[in-house]
């Protein structure tokens, strides 16, 4: 009797044609059962659009060279995102067809767990009804420990474009705040070292005619101009009292020669200083204290001696500058310590959005999760379980054979046990260290009546995830069914699946499997909750 391979193509190439070429299955027909929104069959990959259709057109090119010259392939349609009703009418419908012809398989190995779902209840429904003997339609799965998913992949595009969009952001960020930003804050700071320069030039005796342009009514009025008579005269009299000021108590100690150098030539090194230090966003490199400390000490030595209007004027300037200057400068401290964790962020987000982004490309050009080796076949009676398929071989192999039913209460209650667990742990810890996962648990923990409230929810809703569970045991050989006269069918492990058992050290193994599975059972609960 001819034997129909029917083959649920996600985007794992791999788990889809190992039974094929490694001749576990040997089948005369192939068929890739895909969604109804794939692209057309023999669509050239490039021509799709990128994400999901690209990336389902190039697994779907991959399969087929692959198995070309060993089967013939076709393919067949199902509405993955449908409501499970009409989901599971077409998948009734798709294998009745198929049995029509003979024996069928169905690898399940790359298919969405409400797609699983539906075959399981497609083929109970046909063979619980009489139009299909038992052994007609087989269903397979291949454990494997990457399933790569077309909604995280997607997840993963958008993840990309927004941390690329971010990076622009910020780097048009830095650009204002280094660029126009950095020009008004340090503008104050401009227009105090002006007015210190005019200062020091009245000090001095010298006449400034342009400087005070433009200033309000509180500066002092612009001079005559150098030419002038007064002018001359008031330059004349400042550089004699230069000149002079070394002989006034020349029995105190001379300063320094460096710390009495020219002040003019200090003011044009802090001029020089502001245009080099105009990042707002950066950490000043040099401190310029010490060159306004350098133009106090000269300043001091040159007009120090003098109580007139202007060197009163002069060292009010310079008080002015340096409370300017103080507050530039701690601008700058905070708004550079706040900004560099921010850009060092930036820039490793954006290395990592740059390798996932070309990984992506990968995906569109070649397909995702082709492999290079066969996955091996023939050790799965003691291969790594699912969570859930672990679950439900634990309580099996724990008693007497039992109803799905009883199963499913079984877990449930494994379930609970290991919440119950995880509440104490939690609570004997301060409240605010507690997760959203062990805030739940300790509700469990500390409250019967919120345990029995979660336990029957679990019950409920492990139902059809606990059926594909039970298929792919069974397809497995780590269950069988026993038939009772009366009452429902009975679950009992099988050779294999008390090995599994007995060499398994379930505590420990529980710690990892059962939490997994809880957290995801918990997840969903809250999910719905929220819903």
Known sequence: MPTTHLSVLGLDVQRVVTPLEAAVADADRVRLVRDEADPEQGRDPDDCAPGAPRASAHAAKAVTERLAGRNAVDEARLPFTASFEELYAATTDLLRGAAADGDVQVNLAGAPPQVAAAFYAARTALVDGGELDRGTVSLLTIPATDR?????????????????????????????SDGP???????????????????????SGESR????????????????????PLGAMSSYVGRAREQLVDLVESEDPRPDPEDTRDPNAVLDALDVWLDGESRLLASAEDDPHELVARFRTSCEARFGKFEDRATVELFESL????????AYLDARSQLSAAAGPVAERTT????????????????????????????????????????????VLS??????????????????????????HHGIVAGARDD???????????GVARDSVAGDRFEKRLSNALAPRL??????????????????????????PTDAGRLWASTTDWESFRETVIDDLLRDCVERDEGAADA
Do not use: Q, Y
């Open 148 to 176: 790569p998913d077309l909604a995280a992949i997607d997840d993963l595009r958008s993840l990309v474009g927004d941390v690329e969009a971010a990076s622009d952001a910020f780097d048009e960020f830095r650009r204002v």
């Open 181 to 203: 930003a950095a020009a008004a804050v340090a503008r104050p700071l401009r227009i105090a070292l002006s007015d210190l320069r005019d200062a020091l030039a009245d000090a």
């Open 395 to 420: 309580v099996l192999a724990a008693g007497p054979p039992r109803s799905r039913p009883r199963t499913r209460r079984g877990v449930a209650a494994e379930l609970r046990e290991r919440a119950e």
């Open 348 to 391: 490793e987000l954006s290395e990592r959005a740059a390798e996932a982004a070309t990984s992506l490309s990968a995906l569109d050009d070649s397909g995702p999760a082709t492999g290079e080796s066969a996955l091996e076949l023939d050790g799965h009676a003691l291969s790594p379980l699912g969570d859930l398929e672990a679950a």
């Open 319 to 326: 008080d002015r500058f340096e409370a300017h200057l103080d």
């Open 209 to 228: 005619p342009n400087s005070r342009a433009g200033r309000t009514a509180g500066a002092r009025g612009a001079r005559s101009g150098s030419d002038s």
């Open 432 to 442: 605010e260290t507690w997760s959203a996962f062990d805030s739940f648990c300790v």
């Open 467 to 492: 059926d594909v569970a039970v298929e792919g045991l069974t397809a497995n050989g780590f269950v069988t069914t026993r038939e009772r006269e009366r009452g429902r069918d009975a679950l009992e």
